[in-house]
């Protein structure tokens, strides 16, 4: 079951009502025979995952492979699993954002870095590996930064700051986010702040956004988040590929079966697998606010 169980409505914050309201699960109260159940199927994907992953490494053995080849294990979100009441990703909450980051070859030395790392930092870091040095751009800077580089350091206090952004589905504006240190800033301009020490509050219950103790540090993040984004020029840009978006949608709605965008299926051809040709929800409404 959830270490933190289901919120009311009154204690959420604006991003996490406008999740459960559209997809009809504000008000929908789970069993915990369901979420029991739900997160034996959720562990029971890892452990099929796993077992995946460990055919891949019999075959690299058995074809010697194994003694020079570097390998990558991570994902590309958490996952709520009916913490707070919420579930599937779309959050900057800890269990949505945290990932699996392995990284395993013959010549690196069993350690552990507990360094703050990004997915922005995978393309430099497999440039490194293939390269056998530290790896920089020589066409423009990438924003991640080579993993091998936090090696053999002896493990030191964090000093790195992650950036992240969420233009999806449930939302108003664009919501930024900036993991530095103990903290976690998450900023929208049509959502009060959240700020959150990670450490000290691991599960994220006491937003500290509005303690005056914390002016200074909210202070900085708002400066941070001004430098890092310009929300104006994106937002721009993002109603500009919307209008275009939905002009290729009804454009397509006239005529022949539409082309499928995914994988190069013909014209009307059923994809079984993909879940975005169908219905997410069954409740009969739209399931999206704005998707940015």
């Known amino acids: 079951m959830p270490v933190v169980g289901a919120f009311s409505k009154e204690l959420h914050d604006a991003h996490s009502i406008r999740i459960l309201r559209d997809w009809g699960l504000l008000d929908q109260k789970f069993s915990e025979h369901d979420i029991r159940k739900a997160r034996h199927a959720y562990y029971g994907s890892i452990s099929y995952i796993d077992s995946m992953i460990g055919r891949i490494l019999s075959t690299l053995r058995a074809t010697g492979k194994d003694k020079d080849t570097a390998i990558v294990f991570t994902s590309d ?9 919420l579930w599937m990703k779309k959050h900057f909450f800890e269990r949505s954002i945290r990932v699996p980051m392995l990284l395993r070859a013959p010549w690196i030395p069993a350690q552990r870095v507990s ?26 800077k990438l924003e991640g930064i080579d993993l091998t580089t936090l090696l053999n350091k002896g493990n030191p206090i964090s000093t790195r700051t992650i950036h992240a ?3 999806a589905e449930c939302t108003e504006a664009p919501i930024f986010m900036i993991c530095r240190g103990q ?8 959502d009060p702040a959240l700020l959150f020490d990670v450490q000290a ?19 900085a993040f708002e400066s941070a988040v001004k430098s890092k984004w310009d929300e104006e020029l994106l937002t721009q840009k993002i109603l500009l590929s919307q209008r275009r978006r939905n002009f ?5 709605a006239v005529g022949a ?11 009307g051809e059923q994809v079984l697998w993909y879940r975005g040709g169908r219905p997410m929800t069954t409740s009969g409404h739209t399931p999206f606010c704005r998707n940015w």
């Open 115 to 140: 360094e703050l790392v990004s997915l922005c930092d995978l393309l430099p870091t497999f440039n490194g590996i293939t390269q056998g040095a530290p790896w920089e751009s020589p066409v423009e």
């Open 77 to 85: 979100h958490g996952e709520m699993m009916g913490e707070r009441g």
């Open 165 to 167: 952004e969420y233009l």
């Open 183 to 190: 903290y976690k800033y998450i900023h929208s301009s049509a």
């Open 201 to 219: 509050d691991p599960h994220e219950l006491k937003n500290l956004a509005q303690d005056p103790a914390f002016v200074d540090v909210v202070t």
């Open 257 to 267: 079966a539409p082309p499928s965008w995914n994988h190069g299926e013909a014209a």
């Open 248 to 252: 290729v949608i009804k454009a397509n």
